[in-house]
Structure formats: structure tokens, C-alpha cells
């Protein structure tokens, strides 16, 4: 073979080479690119760990402890805070929001863990 031969085929498997990195590198980029996009249009937030929107939850007073501001609620789905159903007794932020509830009442009521405490902020009752 001539040298010339051998240079003519070894820039040929290199130029060949080049276009395979250069095409792999192309589609690794796109895949970045596009990908994130894709994922954060299909995302659900609720199973990231992140929190919903606070909003208010329905229950039933069970019991009311005005002296140690405390209240008893069954409640549902505490959804921004990720909670199922239960009952357990909460704080209030507010004494004067017992006066708003009472023993066997229907409510909604809304949630707060407020320094590790939770805090029932606001109650309304149920329509």
C-alpha cells in the first residue's frame, strides 16, 4: 500500500468517527435540553413534597378545651399539609375562635404548624 493510500483511509475512519461523536453528542444535548422541559410540564407537585395551598378542612368538634385553648377536631384530608384523616386535638392561635364552635358542630377550619404546634388558625362553620 501506498502512503498515500494509508492516509486517505485513516482520515476516512476519522472523519467517520467525528460525524458518530458529533451525532451522539447532538442527541445527548437535545435529551438535556428538551427533556427538563417535558418532565416540569408533567410534574405533580403534591408528590414532590411540596405543599398545596393552605385551605380550610372540614371536621367535627369532638371537644373544646377553653381554658388550655385547645379543640378536638375529626377531620378529613389536611391537604397542604399532607395529613389523612384523623382526629387530634389542636391548639388555637385564639381563644375567641372556640367561641365560633361547639361540641357535635359540623366546621371548617384551617391549619398551621406554627413552631412545631398545630395551630388552628381561623374556624368557620359549615354550610
Known amino acids: 500500500m501506498s ?6 483511509t485513516q482520515r476516512k475512519e476519522f472523519t467517520m468517527k467525528l460525524r458518530v461523536i458529533l451525532s451522539a453528542g447532538a442527541l445527548a444535548f437535545t435529551a438535556f435540553a428538551v427533556n427538563p422541559v417535558l418532565a416540569q410540564m408533567n410534574m405533580d407537585h403534591g408528590k414532590m413534597g411540596m405543599a398545596a395551598m393552605p385551605g380550610m378542612t372540614d371536621g367535627e368538634v369532638r371537644k373544646i378545651d377553653r381554658d388550655a385553648g385547645k379543640i378536638t377536631i375529626k377531620h378529613g384530608d389536611i391537604k397542604h399539609m399532607d395529613m389523612p384523616p ?3 386535638v389542636f391548639v388555637v392561635k ?6 365560633k364552635a361547639a361540641v357535635g358542630a359540623r ?3 384551617m391549619a398551621a404548624n406554627e413552631n412545631g404546634q398545630m395551630t388552628v388558625t381561623d374556624i368557620q362553620p359549615a354550610k
Open 3 to 8: 502512503l498515500l493510500l494509508v492516509i486517505s
Open 86 to 88: 384523623m382526629t387530634m
Open 94 to 99: 385564639d381563644k375567641a375562635l372556640l367561641d
Open 107 to 109: 366546621i371548617l377550619f
